[in-house]
């Protein structure tokens, strides 16, 4: 048999350059397989990253703002259209429900200014209410570091109403207070003077920076005008009439103004009726 002698050498060289050789194409895979999944994620992750970012801002305009195709691959295109569809449905119904919202308060607020206007003013003669008197005199009165100025009141009750309800029936004796309503309302300054029904057949009257002798004027020109008024059966109807005035609208109560003109309402009444005492 024969050998073939191979240097030790030789033997030392193949096996050196062939741990290089290994060592080269692993490291060449290495960085191949990183440059591939590194493509790889940019490829899958930057579409994935835009969904991303634009679902943690919470702003559906984020969504919409899209672009229509983000990606090749279908699977994360198909998941951006969805999230745009999704996003134009709550667009849509979030719009309705504002629309409903304002519509809502819209109407809350009418009812809301109706319920008001109801609470401050007497349902039969559309004047005024107790309420109402004692709201809008705080207007008349004026707030602190306002100019001063003076203020009457007039407590006025309509003469034997109850005897003329009594004769032609509660539905005559309506018409009289929606009649004496109406004539008071003639003669006071709109949105400067007060009339309200107080109860029953009394009225108030409140008259804002007028002189005592204007306010008895237009006391006796109601006088006249419901002297000249025909009611059921041509009966005719008198008032009577307590003023009381005050110099300066400074510290002054209502309370006590209509304490003063119910005073001089009584001496009206109990003197023959159809008389002003002021």
């Not at 030790?8 to 350059?17: G, M, P």
């Not at 004047?127 to 009165?141: A, E, P, S, T």
């Amino acid at each position: 048999m024969l050998g073939v002698l191979i240097p030790s050498a030789y033997h030392e060289n193949l096996l050196s350059d062939y741990n290089r050789s290994s060592i080269l194409i692993t490291l060449g895979l290495f960085i191949f397989i990183s440059l591939f999944g590194a493509l790889i994620a940019w490829y899958i992750g930057k579409p994935i990253q835009l969904l991303s970012a634009a679902t943690i801002n919470k702003r559906l305009e984020n969504i919409q703002a899209l672009p229509e195709s983000i990606s090749k691959v279908k699977e994360i295109n198909a998941l951006n259209q969805g999230l745009k569809e999704m996003a134009d449905d709550l667009s849509d119904v979030m719009h309705n429900l504002e629309a409903k919202v304002a519509e809502r308060t819209l109407l809350l607020q009418g009812e809301n200014e109706n319920l008001l206007e109801t609470s401050v003013k007497d349902e039969l003669t559309n004047i005024y209410n107790r309420r109402g008197l004692k709201q809008d005199f705080i207007r008349v009165v004026g707030v602190e570091g306002e100019q001063k100025h003076n203020v009457t009141l007039v407590l006025c009750d309509i003469d034997h109403f109850k005897v003329f309800n009594d004769k032609y029936g509660h539905g005559e004796g309506d018409k009289v207070l929606i009649k004496v309503a109406e004539s008071l309302n003639l003669y006071i300054r709109t949105g400067v003077d007060i009339v309200a029904r107080y109860g029953g057949e009394e009225f108030v009257l409140v008259f804002s920076n007028m002189s005592l002798d204007h306010v008895l004027e237009r006391l006796n020109g109601i006088r006249q005008e419901l002297k000249n008024t025909e009611l059921a059966g041509k009966e005719r109807i008198t008032m009577s009439f307590g003023v009381a005035h005050h110099e300066s609208s400074d510290s002054i109560q209502i309370e006590d103004l209509i304490n003063k003109a119910d005073e001089k309402l009584y001496q009206a009444k109990n003197s023959g009726r159809n008389k002003i005492v002021s």
